[in-house]
């Protein structure tokens, strides 16, 4: 009877299941606008025809049945631009990671796919630009996205060699060259208290991201990771504006290459388009949130779907309960996502060329089919991130999100002018620990037993003034 139970149980969960895929692959659109990463992307079906005129037939009049036929919204310049976005999925037959068994991801590394998608989307906006295709050209603006009609000449091609060094970052293999494998943020996450095989939340892989990111420094760029639902400004221009030491930093052979003379450098490094010379590093926020206890809080979809207005947003890492997606848009209260939860073989192999521009199948490293979900079935828990490529960027981010969300007295995070003196104080304080710690490591004796006397700090720190809190 037990046995008979548990295969009905298991029969009508595979059967919704198989509901729930069949509808979220198969989007229904309204005519509203679409928002995709800071672009806008309107309802191009064509305008309704007109009813047929009533028709007279002995003496009678036939009425047509409506004013007009309306042909359902269409969305063919989002759907293609969905198409560009990386895509990546659990992946099996790798080499084992680390001193475990695992050869593949499945059950476990959906959130760190999803986070894989997020950095992807970042480096492709440091290297390539926002207007990259994957075909090797630029695509159209932003303006010409949204409009059919524009005639305006697109921007010159761009190498599309970078595309494939970029890939190549995140193949799953345990090699130095590859930073963002599975192999090496499942083991950054060990000291984030995570087990190989262990399930990460978007705090986890927002934290792992951030370790690897600014070890990596690709292109010098640098991560910040919020913490209590705040950002700090006077943090984000410190992180932005000094060199940091190169000491501690593992420099991969991947190296983007030089960028064509006709096309703009801009495009290729990080150097501000401010007027100021002094050094800019581009920067990933990363914004851990949770918007509820069991399910999101609804006073909050408002201003989650209005984060994809944002120009310099680069996703959200969340999902379902116990299954990440990474959303890339938004339609009313619908969120589009990609889903890594589809299992591949590994085509990156260690007997690949060694030239990291050299071209391979990208066709599973792309999903056609944008699926959609209503806001209020996310899991509570994820991370909003952001991209800021020059001062002008992290300027202009700042003013969008706070006009954005002005208009709700639910704001999903604040933005202060200052941090508080005690989170200075207690990065200080785990810095010396760990020096210490190291010291201990290194005494053959064991040292003195510190007790942390000398770290007395005051508990009294500084307040936030209501001036230098501004509310998003």
Known sequence: ?????????????????????????????????????????????????????????????????????????????????????????????????????????????????????????????????????????????????????????????????????????????????????????????????????????????????????????????????????????????????????????????????????????????????????????PILITIPLRLGLDSINEVYIPALTGVFQIPQCIGIVGGRPRASLYFVASQDDGLFYLDPHSPQPTIISSSSSSDPTSPFDLSTYHNCAPRKICASEIDPSLAVAFYCRSQADLDAFLARAKTLTQATDTPLFAVVNKAPDYLYKDADLLREVDDDNEDDKNDDDGGDDNSGDEFDIDDDGSEIGMDDLVVL
């Open 1 to 281: 009877m037990l046995k008979r139970s548990t295969e009905i149980a298991f029969i009508i969960n595979k059967t919704m299941d198989s509901v729930y895929n069949y509808f979220s692959s198969h989007p229904t659109y309204t005519s509203s606008p679409i928002w995709m990463l800071g672009t806008r992307f309107d309802n191009e079906a064509p305008a309704p025809a007109p009813a047929p005129p009533p028709s007279s037939t002995y003496g009678f009049t036939f009425l047509g049945g409506s004013s007009e036929v309306v042909p359902p919204p269409s969305f063919p310049r989002f759907v293609e631009a969905f198409k560009q976005k990386l895509w990546f999925s659990y992946r099996r037959d790798f080499p084992s990671i680390d001193t475990t068994s695992y050869d593949n991801d499945v059950g476990w590394g959906c959130t760190l796919r999803s986070g894989q998608m997020l950095l992807a989307q970042a480096l492709v906006l440091q290297y390539l630009g926002k207007d990259f295709i994957i075909d090797g050209t630029s695509s159209t603006t932003p303006s010409q996205l949204s409009s059919s009609s524009s005639t305006v000449t697109p921007p010159p091609p761009l190498p599309p060699s970078l595309i494939y060094q970029i890939v190549r970052w995140f193949a799953d293999q345990p090699s130095p060259d590859v930073p963002y494998s599975i192999h090496r943020i499942a083991c950054a996450g060990r000291h984030l208290g995570k087990s190989v095989g262990e399930w990460f939340g978007p705090s986890t892989i927002a934290h792992a991201l951030g370790d690897l990111v600014n070890e990596h420094s690709p292109g010098n760029m640098t991560v910040y990771v919020a913490e209590d639902s705040a950002v700090y400004i006077d943090r984000l221009r410190t992180l932005c504006t000094t060199q940091r030491p190169t000491s501690h930093r593992r420099k991969s052979s991947i190296t983007p290459s030089p960028p064509p003379p006709t096309t703009s450098l801009s495009n290729h490094t990080s150097t501000p388009s401010s007027s100021s010379s002094s050094p800019w590093n």
